[in-house]
């Protein structure tokens, strides 16, 4: 698991030491010099691990340092909730349960990084800091969850121009785009048409919950009037809330 340990150590450590200023839970209470400092020390262990011989005392060194990240943990979540923990770089979201996993795993590679391991499992727990670091999401995540939504979103069964640019003026003078704009965190995300139909999908934040919404702007006509919008979970896929225009009476 040696080498495990030593990869996550270094990514960290460089993020810390070469990565641009964040504001995150860490340099908040530590401030930007000790933020740094952390990533020396990261990086000075996992050279030590990667550098034969191996000694015990190496493997000790990054349990205590992977302990001190859980206790860092505890400690941000408890007085800083809403902060990035700036373990792995910035933009990981509040700290949440995967930080908390991702720390214990490195607790558990750390203290079994003399035993021998196969590539296979070294590449499994790989995958699993991975799928644990929100700091990731936007590579292989988000990717997904909008391909889902674009494959299976509330408003695929509208019938199916106007340029974008229309589409998004459309959207922005709708009265769906008004009943959900709190919500909304984000510009256009992606954007592709079916038949007479573009749909646009924004990312959006609902009762603590990550969203999407995605709007179905006519694309034969310029009419406001006509969007419609669905606000989506982006874990359960569940749909939240619909906004469906009330024709007007003849």
Request: aromatic share 10%; with cysteine; glycine share 8%.
């Amino acid at each position: 698991m040696v080498v495990v340990v030593v990869i996550v150590l270094a990514w960290a450590g460089c993020v810390k030491l070469f990565g641009p200023a964040r504001r995150t839970a860490l340099d908040r209470f530590v401030g930007r010099f000790a933020y740094r400092l952390v990533g020396v020390v990261e990086l000075v262990i996992a050279l030590a691990l990667v550098v034969p011989p191996f000694f015990v005392a190496e493997g000790v060194a990054a349990t205590v340092l992977s302990l001190g990240f859980v206790a860092y943990l505890a400690y941000a979540r408890r007085v800083r909730p809403e902060s990035d923990c700036g373990c792995m770089g910035g933009k990981g979201g509040p700290i949440g349960w995967r930080s908390f996993a991702r720390a214990w795993l490195l607790v558990l590679s750390s203290a079994l990084a003399a035993l021998p391991a196969s590539p296979l499992a070294m590449l499994g727990v790989l995958l699993v800091f991975v799928a644990l670091s929100a700091e990731l999401d936007r590579y292989w995540l988000l990717p997904l969850r909008r391909l889902r939504v674009r494959l299976s979103h509330p408003l695929a069964g509208l019938p199916s121009g106007v340029p974008l640019a229309a589409g998004v003026e459309q959207v922005e003078r709708s009265g769906a785009y008004r009943a959900v704009a709190a919500f909304l965190r984000s510009d256009v995300r992606e954007t592709w048409t079916e038949g007479d139909w573009r749909f646009l999908s924004y990312s959006a934040r609902f009762q603590d919950r990550s969203a999407t919404v995605v709007f179905a702007a006519p694309t034969d006509r310029f009419a406001p009037e006509d969007v419609q919008a669905a606000l989506v979970d982006e874990a359960t896929e569940e749909t939240l809330w619909r906004f469906t225009p009330v024709p007007l009476a003849a």
